[in-house]
C-alpha cells in the first residue's frame, strides 16, 4: 500500500538552530500539508500546499516556517531559529483530491520527532 | 478558530464490549474524518463522512454524521485488545480540504 515517508524520525537540535524536515508523499497525490502534534496533545494543522504554492495556512505558520517542493518527490518543512516550544511531532500528510473534486482523507506519514534542546 | 470537544477522554473497557465516543462542535463542517492514531505512528484514516445523516461502516466500526452537520460520533462493535490506540475526530469546513480541526482524542484501553 502507498505511503508517505518522513525523515528523519527523530531529530535533535539546538534552539536557535534550524532543521528541515523531509517527506515524500504519495505519487499520484497533489495536495500535501504539514500538522504538528505537542506531546499527549490533538494534532494541529500548519500548512497546505497545492500547485506549488501554499493554500492555507493556520495561525500557527508564521514567518519561522517555510514550505518547499523542491523536486518532483520531496516536500518539505522548514524551521528557523527553533525554540523549545516548537519541540513536537510533525506530520506530513498527502491527498488525493480536495473536497471540490472530491476528498478521501489525508494519508499521514509516520512523523517526525523534533526535540528542540 | 473552530474547536472540537472530544468525548470521553478516556475509555478502560473489557474485550468484548461495545465503544462510542464522539465530538461535537459550535460550527458546521462538510467533511467528518475519524482517525486511530497508535504509538510513534501517524493517524490511520478509519471512516470519511461527506453528507450530513450519513451513516458508514468499516468493519466492526460505524461513524455517523450528525444531521445538524456539528457532530459525529464512532462506534466500535465487540472490542478486540487490538482496538487499543487515541482516536480521533477531524472536521473540514466547506471552504478547503486541508484546515482540518481535529478533537482532542479519546484513548482507548482494552483489557483482555
Known amino acids: 500500500e502507498p505511503e508517505v515517508t518522513q525523515t528523519p524520525s527523530h531529530q535533535v537540535t539546538q534552539m536557535g538552530q534550524e532543521v528541515i524536515l523531509r517527506c515524500v508523499p504519495i505519487s499520484n497525490h497533489l495536495y500535501f500539508y504539514w500538522y504538528r502534534q505537542i506531546l499527549g496533545q490533538k494534532v494541529e494543522f500548519l500548512v497546505s500546499f497545492y500547485n506549488n504554492e501554499i493554500s492555507e495556512k493556520s495561525e500557527i505558520f508564521d514567518d519561522q516556517f517555510s514550505v518547499e517542493r523542491p523536486d518532483g518527490s520531496n516536500f518539505t518543512l522548514k524551521i528557523r531559529s527553533t525554540k523549545l516550544e516548537d519541540s513536537a511531532m510533525y506530520f506530513c500528510?498527502?491527498?488525493?483530491?480536495?473536497?471540490?473534486?472530491?476528498?478521501?482523507?489525508?494519508?499521514f506519514g509516520s512523523g517526525t520527532r523534533l526535540t528542540v534542546v | 478558530g473552530q474547536q472540537l470537544n472530544q468525548s470521553p477522554q478516556s475509555m478502560f473497557i473489557q474485550e468484548g464490549e461495545d465503544v462510542s465516543m464522539n465530538c461535537t462542535s459550535s460550527?458546521?463542517?462538510?467533511?467528518w474524518l475519524w482517525y486511530k492514531q497508535e504509538p510513534g505512528e501517524g493517524p490511520v484514516l478509519l471512516i470519511a463522512?461527506?453528507?450530513?445523516?450519513e451513516l458508514t461502516s468499516n468493519g466492526r466500526l460505524t461513524a455517523q454524521f450528525g444531521i445538524t452537520r456539528k457532530d459525529s460520533f464512532l462506534n466500535i462493535s465487540a472490542s478486540i485488545p487490538s482496538d487499543v490506540g487515541i482516536y480521533f475526530c477531524?472536521?473540514?469546513?466547506?471552504?478547503?480540504?486541508?484546515?482540518?480541526?481535529f478533537g482532542d482524542g479519546t484513548t482507548l484501553t482494552v483489557k483482555p
Open positions: 477531524a472536521g473540514l469546513p466547506n471552504t478547503n480540504a486541508g484546515k482540518s480541526t
Open positions: 500528510a498527502s491527498s488525493e483530491t480536495t473536497l471540490s473534486t472530491g476528498f478521501y482523507g489525508y494519508t
Open positions: 463522512l461527506y453528507k450530513a445523516g
Open positions: 460550527s458546521i463542517f462538510n467533511t
